[in-house]
């Protein structure tokens, strides 16, 4: 039995002996898992259904006792298996990553997000009441359900103001429309049957292991290839860089000190167009495979994302002040050292693209509808 340790070095406040993760084998999932792997003794439950942007490479590279460690391979839409893997699993702690999460994905394919994000969180929150219901009435008094959503639940921001807990949801696309349902489902899980659950809502992640068709890594590896790098309308939609790390010091701290019912926005501070960072890639990468020409003349414009949100910016205020979380990483050390991982990792990257049959082409292109 061990309390969770966070790199903040705070006091700890709550006592995990079991922990179910759900999608701890998708980007922010895995890195949840091997911080709890290798900074506590708790034992570590995973449900992944292994998607196309699955990886359990960050976890298996890692010595890990069999008692310590479980992967379930399941999907959230099979209420009934989950009912059973949830009660053998007998959490203390349930942490729900479990999600579809690109937005152009999500404009090609609604469907697949509607149910892996509404229909699963709703067989998630099931399942977990049941457990919670019939735990022993002192482990109900210390069992937490945190759940991870997005800072898109928002919608768009103008040149001013931030997202904070007091912001009103309105959500622009079919994946964060998604992720504002389940989080609604989860406040009326609290709000009706008293399911202790905490919610967190963070801005942009970033680092290692990321699936190469989101920004920063897709930049970075057109960059490094010499090949065109599509940039979204006029690149200045600006997004708030949350480096991964962070992201779960903030959550493991939640998990720890939070209040029940609340929920927390957690940001990195590192506001940047996204002509801003796909330049400050390209300039990393001019120093490290020095060529005549600069990378940066490799970027094209392309026709924007339907309903491209213009600004996300995150307050993060409520969960400095109240818990003492603050980001480690400033977005350029970040953005440095993610860029040089993914050199030193073309490896990983070609095997993740190869499984996944992704071959970094345009997705949520609708050009067609102005013919």
């Known amino acids: 039995m061990m309390h969770l340790e966070t790199k903040q070095n705070i006091k700890n406040e709550k006592v995990f002996k079991r922990i179910l993760v759900t999608g701890g084998a998708g980007f922010i999932g895995s890195f949840v898992i091997n911080r709890l792997l290798n900074e506590t003794d708790t034992k570590v439950f995973n449900i992944d259904k292994l998607t196309y942007s699955s990886d359990l490479t960050r976890i298996q590279n890692h010595s890990i006792p069999k008692d310590r460690y479980t992967h379930i391979n399941l999907d959230l839409n099979d209420d009934l298996k989950l009912k059973s893997v949830v009660c053998k699993a007998d959490p203390d702690l349930v942490i729900n990553l479990a999600a579809e999460t690109h937005v152009d994905r999500s404009l090609d394919n609604p469907k697949i997000f509607m149910q892996s994000n509404i229909l699963g969180t709703f067989n998630l929150l099931e399942a977990v009441k049941i457990h919670w219901i019939n735990l022993s009435p002192e482990r109900r008094d210390c069992f937490k359900f945190i759940h991870i959503s997005t800072d898109e639940v928002f919608g768009s921001l103008g040149d001013e103001n931030k997202f904070n807990e007091d912001t009103k949801y309105d959500p622009r696309s079919p994946y964060s429309a998604s992720k504002a349902a389940s989080d609604h489902l989860v406040k009326a899980w609290c709000y009706s049957y008293g399911l202790p659950i905490i919610i967190t809502n963070c801005s942009n992640n970033y680092g290692p292991y990321q699936f190469p068709e989101k920004l920063i890594p897709l930049t970075i590896l057109k960059a490094f290839s010499n090949e065109s790098i599509p940039l979204y309308g006029d690149g200045k939609n600006i997004r708030d860089w949350l480096h991964v790390e962070d992201h779960v010091s903030g959550i493991l701290l939640v998990a720890n000190k939070g209040i029940i019912g609340r929920s927390y926005c957690i940001g990195g501070h590192g506001e940047r167009s996204n002509d801003e960072v796909v ?33 996300y910016s995150i307050d993060s205020s409520m969960i400095s002040n109240e818990l003492g979380w603050k980001p480690k990483y400033s977005f350029a050390e970040g953005l440095k050292e993610t860029v040089y991982w993914y050199i030193n990792n073309l490896d990983w990257c070609k095997m993740i693209l190869k499984k996944s049959g992704y071959n970094s082409q345009r997705l949520g292109n609708f050009n067609y509808l102005s013919n």
């Open 279 to 311: 330049m400050a890639i390209c300039s990393i990468i001019d120093d490290i495979k020095p060529e005549d020409r600069l990378h940066s003349r490799l970027i094209k414009l392309v026709s924007d994302r339907p309903g491209h949100d213009k600004r």
